[in-house]
T-cell receptor, first 112, second 111 residues
Framework: NAGVTQTPKFRVLKTGQSMTLLCAQD?????MYWYRQDPGMGLRLIHY???????AKGEVPDGYNVSRLKKQNFLLGLESAAPSQTSVYFC???????????FGSGTQLSVL | GQNIDQPTEMTATEGAIVQINCTYQ??????LFWYQQHAGEAPTFLSY????GLEEKGRFSSFLSRSKGYSYLLLKELQMKDSASYLC????????????FGRGTSLIVHP
């Protein structure tokens, strides 16, 4: 039982490049979330999903897209990376009826 | 809308007690989390308060006053390993229970 796994752990991109961050959970959780964390800003919600095939925008969705084709996976895409997207990205999941979030270990992304 | 406020940084001495406050203005408030986050690591769950009052878990306690929009996290017998960021987060009702986080309080424990 690995919990919530994020890949990759580190990545450096050039401005304009694209990439996909993968979040996988093996706990059969319905709800999944993508947050970004910047110094002094706390965790801000990018997108979230309440079940397979459904996604919704969070607080800071611009420049990102997501997909939840399988219940266990939640993908975060950057179509054209910008320096403002340099951040640490955290994925989290939780089962319905329980409020506690289970976090992945994070992805540190730098966009040059 | 939501507004969550907590101090940016606090310092305390090993063995002492520290109280980290969090105030919020949230429509449709459901409950309040506290998470601990060590540098370079993911947040880990400490507590979730829905009802007014104090909940104690070992050295850590969390308090909530719904009418005042106020919570605090109390850390007793501080240890060096308690140096971390402490994140306050609130949830709203309506089904999705999306947690919204404050900016976090960086706690530095010194000998």
């Amino acid at each position: 039982n690995a919990g919530v796994t994020q890949t990759p752990k580190f990545r450096v991109l050039k401005t304009g490049q694209s990439m996909t961050l993968l979040c996988a959970q093996d706990m059969n959780h319905e709800y999944m979330y993508w947050y970004r964390q910047d110094p002094g800003m706390g965790l801000r919600l990018i997108h979230y999903s309440v079940g397979e095939g459904t996604t919704a925008k969070g607080e800071v969705p611009d420049g990102y897209n997501v997909s939840r084709l399988k219940k266990q996976n939640f993908l975060l895409g950057l179509e054209s990376a910008a320096p403002s997207q340099t951040s640490v990205y955290f994925c989290a999941s939780r089962p319905p009826g329980q409020e506690k979030l289970f976090f992945g270990s994070g992805t540190q992304l730098s966009v040059l | 809308g939501q507004n969550i406020d907590q101090p940016t940084e606090m310092t305390a001495t090993e063995g002492a007690i520290v109280q980290i406050n969090c105030t919020y203005q949230t429509s449709g408030f459901n409950g309040l989390f506290w998470y601990q986050q060590h540098a370079g690591e993911a947040p880990t769950f400490l507590s979730y308060n829905v009802l007014d009052g104090l909940e104690e878990k070992g050295r850590f306690s969390s308090f909530l006053s719904r009418s005042k929009g106020y919570s605090y996290l109390l850390l007793k017998e501080l240890q060096m390993k308690d140096s971390a960021s402490y994140l306050c987060a609130v949830t709203r009702g309506g089904g999705s229970y999306i947690p919204t986080f404050g900016r976090g309080t960086s706690l530095i424990v010194h000998p």
